[in-house]
Every structure is written in structure tokens, then in C-alpha cells.
């Protein structure tokens, strides 16, 4: 039967085949009037369901007819009953109601019309609605030729599972069919054939199928290769499409790809979406609640505990191993699950598993990334502190335990490179974190000392650090100002440096005492240099023996004697001659601003030996006059023969210790 378009009138629908309808099936709200033959053609379901209904009906007709068939009764009222009952008949309806239907009112519509022979065009998105409305109906094979079952079947395994992006969307429309599209196996065709692809894709790639670029059944039949853009194009599309399956769908899929042994690099890629689109705060750039996904039926944005548990199936399944491809943008991704971790309050667990996978690529990290604010009322400071205290000290053990396994001159040189990166980074924290007056001396010293010597090639980022942190804190007592100071390596200071911090009144006395010695040398080594460069290669041998037997005055000396055969080097000397004039009398002023303290200090101490001799002749109580007028002067105030500024720094490695 050549059925016309059928129309829909509110929630009523009607097919328009000029004769009037004799069946009508209620699916959800909707009520189809249909007609019997061409559904009974292919639905065996339906037959059973039609033919049941007219046996019921024909046996309540001839009951009621032999019912007015009784002799007792007047037979012209029997005659005018037995015409009543056979015009219902006549005008009777087949009603139907299917339950439970999968996939709706539009996937039964699609089927009835499948059954009248409209073409239907079948698409990733309503094939497995479909599939399961055939499997419902019982439209098979056996009961019909070219039937449902086998038409969506076919469409399954030649169209949808030959393309990842097809099968992402067919999964997807799986979401409001369950039990039925398990039990079919729809949805683990979908997620094996997934996950498939994806182990069998390029990470180069951007981790996608090179044939993958496919979006219709064209292009599906003759697959060409894309190129890069094309291939990152198709990437993007993949990932769009996983965002819309439901946390249930996406645990199997990702424990079909590690199954599978797909590459770190898509898996990572794969949490990272799928997180950034229901997880709210992850991006500093996008901070409002993510959109409710299409396929939920109820359109409600995830609770704060959905929320909780995939973020804690997102760190879950991450991989172990460090990032290679966009490690920055993983870096990135990892601090703002993190920070999401202390917002949603996840287990302890979960915190300490995304530290140390932080650690392992700390120095993929940004300034604005190690910025965590403190989220628990316990942290008086702004920011996590010890957090990004302990990321260092994993990154750290990850270090010592790569040079452990990892050997050769390329791998040494490329942990040095990182391992610098990492003391510019925490540098600029410590200059960030610094003006916070709650930040205690001893967090701001142990953060400083925490990496090696050789993770810093200068000093500068260190005492931009210290002399913020002092600025902050003018109330801290001389003890803990020259313990904050003592972070640092003179003789790794710039000549910038060096200059800011003698004229730097914050710093204590010994610290500018020990810069000015430096800058001393560092001038002298400068000057030195410059006036062997000017004398050729011979000097070069000269200034190479003279830094292993002569000291400094000694090369100052030769530097002299240089000059008189060099006439173009006289400018230069003069030059250098007088700067070196100038900051010989500044040391020599501090010198004698010490020496004057020393002999105050000396002067002072006397004296309060002397009352101390007056108060036991006196009988003064114990402890003598500094005790009874509240005078805590220690006896020892200054001492002369203290070691020179130049031994009183010891190496980092001691002071951690101390």
C-alpha cells in the first residue's frame, strides 16, 4: 500500500491514506491512527497484539448476539439489537497501548512509517532508537523480508562503527534506552569499536585517526587522508561529541581504551574535556556552571556530588606517566583540578595523586598556576602554601629518582634545564607571596632553601623575593631578618643587584657588609678581565695562571703593568680606576661605621661589667642592676673577633639542617 505523508494534528497522528483508520496505538502522550494491514505486515508484535484484540472483540459479539437471541425475548426488539450491535462492530477500533516504549513517540513514528514503505533515513543519532523499537515490535527477518532488525543492523556495522565520531553519537543516543541497547549490545559495539580506533590512532595527530576526518556516508564509502589541520579539526569534533555521554558510558569507554593499551596522551586528552565541560572552575577563564547535557532527559546541570565523583574518576583514570604533547595546557588542566579538588572537598586521596602527577611536569608549570588559594580556615595565608611546598618536594624526589634510572649527558642537561625553570618559578611565588603579613618567616625560609645550589643561575628573582618579604614585615626582630637573609648567595648576585642592595636600608648591617665585599670582587674580576682582554691572546695565559697563584691585588697589579702596553687601554682603566676609587671609599666608610659599632659595643659591655662588680658589693639581689631596672643586654652584645661576613654564610645544604 502506497501510503501519503502522514500529518500530525497536536498529539494525535494521522496518515492520510484516504481510508479511515482502524487501529489506533497510544506511545507516551501521543496517539497514532493507524491502519491494520500494513502494520501486521511487519510487525509480528503487533499482529499477535491486533489479532488478540479482534478475537476478544468478535467473542463479546457473538455473546451479546446469542444473548438476544433468547426465546423469551420479542423478536422485533432481537431483530433491531442484532442491526445495533453489527454497525459497533462495523465502527469498532483496534486500541492499542505500548508501555515503555523505546526511544519515545518519535522512534515508534519512524517505524509505523517504515511499515507503510516511506523511506527512512537512518542517521547515527536514531539508529540505535531504532534498532530497539525493531527488536520491541519483533520486526524480523523471518517474519518479513527486508525488515527493520536487519536494516538498522546493517547500518550499525558498515556506517556507525567504521567512524569514532559516529559511534561517540550512536553511544550517546544509547543513554535513554537502557536496559534494551545493552542487552542488544549496541552500546558495547559502540564502545569497543571507540576504543578501537582510538589504540589504533596516531598521537602525532592530535591523537585522532588519520582517516577519521569522514562526517557523512559519502565520505564514509571513499575515506581520504586528511592532512594536520584536518586531523585537529576532526579532533575537536571527537571531543565535542564525548562530551554528551553520561559519566556511566564514559567510565566503560575509558576502561576500554587503557584495556586496549590506547596512548596516555588521548586518554589525558579525552578526561580533559570531558572534565572541563561539566566541572565547573577548572578554566579561570570560564567560572560559570556547565550547560546540561543533551542527552539527559532531565536538563538539571550536575549536583555538587556528580560533580564529586567525576572529578574523582577523572583523577582516577589519569595516566601515571608525564605528559609529552601540550604539557603546559595538562599542567594547566591539573592545577585546576586540584583547586576544584579543595572546593568540592574530595578525598585526601585524590589530593595527593594529582600533587605528585603535578610534580612530575612542575616545570611545565606558570606563576599564575602555582597561585592556590587556601581554602581551609586553618591557613592564615592567602595562598596554599604548603601545597605548593610539598608539589616542589615531589618534583624533587621525581628529579633524584630520573637521575637514578636515566643516564648521559642529554638527559643530565635536560634535567638541569628544568630543574632551572623550576627555581624561576618558585622565585617568582615567593616574590608574590611575600607581602603577605600572615606568611611566617619560617614557611618563606624553608620554601627558599628547598631547592639546590644549582637550580638558580643568579640570585636576583631570590632577593627581589627577601627584600619584598622585609618590606612586608619591618616588625620581625635582627634574628629572623638575618636568617630570611641568609637565602642568599652573594657572590651569585648582578652587579644591579649588588648596587640595589647596598644602598637597601631593610637588609641588615652584615648582609650589606657581605654584598659590598662581593661587588668588591666582581668589580675587581671585571676590571681584570677587561684589561687582559685588551692585551691579546698572550694575556689570556698570563690571567689563566694568575686565578690559580696570585690573589686579587696581585692581578690588580698585572693589570697595570698591561696598561702600559696597551695605550688604547688607558681610557678604560681610568675609567674603571675611578669607580673603583668610589666604592673603595664607601667600603672603607662601612668599615669604619663597623669598627665604630664594635668599639660602642665594646664601651657598653664594660660598663655593664662595672655595675654588675658595684651590685655584689652593694648586695644587690641576683642578677645585679640590668635585672632589677629591666636591663636584658647579654654580656656578650658584639664581638670583635667574630669570623669576617665572608665565612658567616654557610652552604645551603647546612642550613637546612640547622
Known amino acids: 500500500m502506497a501510503a501519503e505523508k502522514p500529518i500530525s494534528k497536536g498529539q494525535a497522528w494521522f496518515c492520510t491514506t484516504g481510508l479511515p483508520s482502524d487501529v489506533i496505538i497510544e506511545v507516551d502522550d501521543m496517539t497514532f491512527h493507524l491502519h491494520k494491514f500494513p502494520l501486521m505486515s511487519k510487525s509480528r508484535k503487533l499482529h499477535e497484539m491486533i489479532t488478540e484484540q479482534e478475537n476478544s472483540q468478535e467473542a463479546l459479539k457473538l455473546a451479546r448476539i446469542r444473548g438476544s437471541s433468547e426465546p423469551d425475548r420479542n423478536s422485533d426488539n432481537d431483530i433491531a439489537e442484532k442491526q445495533e450491535i453489527e454497525e459497533e462492530d462495523d465502527d469498532a477500533h483496534c486500541h492499542i497501548t505500548l508501555p515503555d516504549f523505546p526511544g519515545g513517540s518519535d522512534s515508534f513514528e519512524t517505524a509505523a512509517k517504515f511499515c507503510y514503505g516511506v523511506k527512512i533515513d537512518l542517521s547515527a543519532a536514531n539508529v540505535a532508537p531504532l534498532r530497539c523499537a525493531a527488536e520491541y515490535l519483533e520486526m524480523t527477518e523471518e517474519y518479513s523480508e527486508e525488515n527493520l532488525i536487519s536494516k538498522t543492523e546493517k547500518f550499525l556495522s558498515q556506517s556507525v562503527l567504521k567512524n569514532i565520531k559516529l559511534s561517540l553519537k550512536t553511544l550517546t543516543s544509547c543513554e535513554g534506552l537502557l536496559p534494551t541497547a545493552e542487552n542488544l549490545g549496541i552500546a558495547q559495539r559502540c564502545i569497543e569499536a571507540i576504543a578501537t580506533k582510538a589504540a589504533a590512532s596516531d598521537p602525532t595527530l592530535f591523537g585522532w585517526p588519520i582517516n577519521d576526518g569522514v562526517t557523512n556516508n559519502k565520505s564514509e564509502a571513499n575515506p581520504r587522508r586528511t592532512t594536520r589541520g584536518g586531523a585537529a579539526a576532526a579532533a575537536e569534533s571527537w571531543l565535542d561529541e564525548l562530551g554528551f555521554l553520561s559519566l556511566p558510558f564514559f567510565k566503560s569507554l575509558i576502561f576500554a581504551m587503557r584495556a586496549l593499551d590506547v596512548s596516555g596522551e588521548i586518554i589525558e586528552s579525552c578526561l580533559i574535556h570531558y572534565a572541563k565541560k561539566y566541572i565547573p572552575g577548572i578554566s579561570r577563564t570560564n567560572r560559570k556552571p556547565p550547560p546540561p547535557s543533551s542527552s539527559s532527559s532531565s536538563g538539571i546541570a550536575p549536583t555538587e556530588n556528580d560533580q564529586r565523583e567525576l572529578l574523582e574518576t577523572v583523577i582516577a583514570y589519569l595516566p601515571k606517566e608525564k605528559a609529552s604533547r601540550s604539557a603546559s595546557t595538562a599542567t594547566r588542566f591539573l592545577f585546576g583540578l586540584l583547586r576544584t579538588a579543595y572546593i568540592l572537598n574530595a578525598s585526601e586521596a585524590c589530593r595527593i595523586t594529582l600533587e605528585k602527577k603535578i610534580g612530575l611536569q612542575l616545570e611545565q608549570a606558570t606563576l599564575d598556576d602555582l597561585l592556590i588559594p587556601s581554602y581551609s580556615y586553618l591557613n592564615e595565608t592567602l595562598y596554599d602554601v604548603d601545597c605548593v611546598q610539598r608539589i616542589l618536594s615531589y618534583f624533587l624526589e621525581g628529579m633524584e629518582d630520573r637521575s637514578a634510572v636515566e643516564a648521559g649527558e642529554e638527559n643530565t642537561s635536560a634535567r638541569s634545564a628544568a630543574l632551572m625553570l623550576v ?191 658595684v651590685g655584689e658589693g652593694g648586695h644587690v639581689e641576683k642578677g645585679g642592676w640590668r635585672a632589677k631596672f629591666g636591663c636584658k643586654f647579654k654580656t656578650q652584645v658584639c664581638d670583635s673577633h667574630e669570623p669576617t661576613v665572608v665565612d658567616t654564610r654557610k652552604p645551603r645544604a647546612h642550613r637546612r639542617e640547622q
Open 423 to 613: 627555581g624561576k618559578l618558585i622565585d617568582g611565588y615567593l616574590s608574590e607571596i611575600a607581602s603577605d603579613a600572615n606568611l611566617k618567616s619560617e614557611k618563606f625560609y624553608e620554601l627558599a632553601v628547598a631547592l639546590p645550589d644549582h637550580a638558580r643561575l643568579f640570585d636576583d628573582g631570590l632577593y627581589r623575593a627577601v627584600d619584598v618579604y622585609l618590606k612586608a614585615h619591618s616588625w620581625i626582630p635582627e634574628a629572623e631578618r638575618e636568617k630570611i637573609c641568609g637565602v642568599l648567595d652573594c657572590q651569585k648576585l648582578t652587579l644591579e643587584a649588588c648596587t640595589h642592595a647596598a644602598q637597601n636600608e631593610r637588609l641588615p648591617l652584615r648582609a650589606v657588609v657581605q654584598v659590598l665585599f662581593f661587588e668588591q670582587l666582581q668589580l675587581r674580576h671585571a676590571i681584570v678581565g677587561t684589561l687582559i682582554s685588551a692585551d691579546g691572546g698572550g694575556g689570556a695565559e698570563v690571567s689563566g695562571a694568575g686565578e690559580e697563584e696570585e690573589d686579587y691585588e696581585e692581578q690588580n697589579e698585572r693589570a697595570v703593568a698591561l696598561v702600559a702596553r696597551t695605550p688604547e687601554g688607558r681610557g678604560t682603566w681610568i675609567a674603571a680606576a675611578r669607580e673603583n676609587e668610589v666604592l673603595q671609599s664607601d667600603m672603607d666608610t662601612m668599615r669604619t661605621r663597623v669598627h665604630e659599632l664594635e668599639r660602642e659595643c665594646t664601651n657598653m659591655k664594660k660598663a655593664i661589667e662595672k655595675i654588675d662588680k
